[in-house]
């Protein structure tokens, strides 16, 4: 019986090609993680953020800061984007009533390009009186033309835990209240609470307005 010996041929650059096709199903793998892994970021924020939350009293270096409320609710701005958010802040009065908002603003949620990271950029109101208690209303919408986007105002958010936590970049975000050049936002949101702190500051890194600490608001409802 005659035996038939069978030798391996190895073609050059065969390894190599293998190796480049596996390549590019680990990245595409990895790119996958990062895009579901923020837009579960962001979708875990903008659920967080709707809801009523109270600030108690406290003193700061500067004074008794008075007990403020905080609301947000998720709105329907599809021209937007896909996660908007409008929230309003208000102190409450001696009588427990609550005063008129002394900041109203819609934020956009979006993925960022790193792995569980968002990004909120914030809008002010061009006319907020029109749009205050904007959670009350059923309908929910904001007029296209109506709000204007604080250009270097956005925060990036990393996830921590349980806990999404970031702010501004450095000195874009402008600012002009008591000669400063610029503010500083940082936040911190959890399922039960959102921590906001602001500051500004002028060209030399003086602190010009806030700076007392950040304001701890502990959820009281939810939408």
Do not use: K
């Not at 936002?185 to 602190?207: C, M, N």
């Amino acid at each position: 019986m005659r035996r038939w010996h069978v030798g391996l041929l190895v073609l050059p650059g065969v390894m190599g090609v293998s190796a480049t096709l596996r390549m590019p199903l680990a990245s595409a793998r990895s790119d996958e993680s990062t895009v579901s892994g923020g837009v579960h970021a962001a979708a875990r924020l903008t659920r967080w953020m709707a809801g009523t939350f109270e600030a108690p009293a406290h003193r700061s270096n500067h004074g008794t800061v008075p007990a403020s409320l905080l609301r947000s609710c998720v709105v329907s701005v599809p021209w937007l984007g896909d996660r908007v958010v409008y929230s309003q802040r208000a102190f409450r009065l001696s009588d427990g009533s609550v005063g008129r908002p002394f900041e109203q603003r819609l934020y956009t949620v979006d993925p960022s390009g790193s792995h569980a990271t968002v990004r909120v950029r914030e809008y002010s109101l061009v006319d907020p009186e029109a749009v205050r208690n904007l959670c009350d209303d059923p309908a929910r919408s904001v007029a296209p033309g109506t709000v204007e986007e604080r250009e270097g105002c956005a925060l990036r958010l990393h996830t921590v835990g349980l806990t999404l936590r970031g702010g501004t970049d450095g000195d874009h975000c402008p600012s002009s209240i008591n000669g400063s050049d610029h503010s500083i936002r940082t936040l911190e949101v959890t399922p039960g609470a959102i921590s906001l702190e602001d500051q500004g500051e002028d060209t030399d890194g003086h602190i010009t307005w806030g700076g007392h600490g950040a304001t701890r608001y502990h959820r009281v409802s939810t939408p």
